[in-house]
């Protein structure tokens, strides 16, 4: 059955980056988009970008254009994000999901992480 | 702040039906864009709950339907459960951002 199981929660100053890993099983990795959607404490999803494992090209949401950067290790099967520059509003849980088998839905999230809480505080 | 609005809350008693709105624009429900609805269980994941406006994934009961028009979407669940008491997010495709979007979430209540 398919799986995604991220890594534990992290505690981070104002200024440094967090790094989020997602270890993928019960599937071919290269063979769907990984996306990552966070969710602020008491707030909604907010969708970040996606990347493809096979090429490890990637789409960033226009806000975190320039503090993210996704990306993938076909070898182990983990998909990778890095968000820089942490802010107080960052403290959130950052999931990542698989696109489903669907033909022709790109964005949906069929199967998701557990999710990793960030807390960024001085 | 979304470009999807759902209401923030709605309710009804056990058995009855509810529906969830989800109003976009004409950059993405109106550009013909699917939408797709998640449920978020209290300290959960959120989990699929229809995708491509009305299609139910394996496992998920026929209680919950889905349909879109113009620039609007709606979640329906009929036969109410206490279980089903939880957030529900819908979500798009938007051009103008070039981004996948999500709605602004949805507490359901079952009184």
């Known amino acids: 059955q398919v799986q995604l199981v991220q890594s534990g929660a992290e505690v981070k100053k104002p200024g440094a980056s967090v790094t989020v890993s997602c270890k993928a099983s019960g599937y071919t990795f290269t063979g769907f988009y990984m996306h990552w959607v966070r969710q602020a404490p008491g707030q909604g999803l907010e969708w970040m970008g996606r990347i493809n494992p096979k090429s490890g090209g990637t789409n960033y949401a226009q806000k975190f254009q320039g503090r993210i950067t996704m990306t993938r290790d076909t070898s182990i099967n983990t998909a990778y994000m890095e968000l820089s520059s942490l802010r107080s509003d960052d403290t959130a849980i950052y999931y990542c999901?698989?696109?489903?088998?669907?033909?022709?839905?790109?964005?949906?999230?069929?199967?998701w992480g557990q999710g990793t809480l960030v807390t960024v505080s001085s | 702040q979304s470009v999807l609005t759902q209401p923030p809350s709605v309710s009804g008693a056990p058995g009855q039906r509810v529906t969830i709105s989800c109003t976009g624009s004409s950059s993405n429900i109106g550009a013909d864009y699917d939408v797709h609805w998640y449920q978020q269980l209290p300290g959960t994941a959120p989990k699929l709950l229809i995708y491509g406006n009305n299609n139910r994934p394996s496992g998920v009961p026929d209680r919950f339907s889905g349909s879109k028009s113009g620039t609007s979407a709606s979640l329906a669940i009929t036969g109410l459960q206490a279980e089903d008491e939880a957030d529900y997010y819908c979500q798009s495709y938007d051009s103008s951002l070039s981004a996948s979007v999500f709605g602004t979430g949805t507490k359901v209540t079952v009184l």
């Open positions: 999901a698989r696109v489903g088998e669907y033909s022709g839905y790109n964005h949906v999230l069929r199967y």
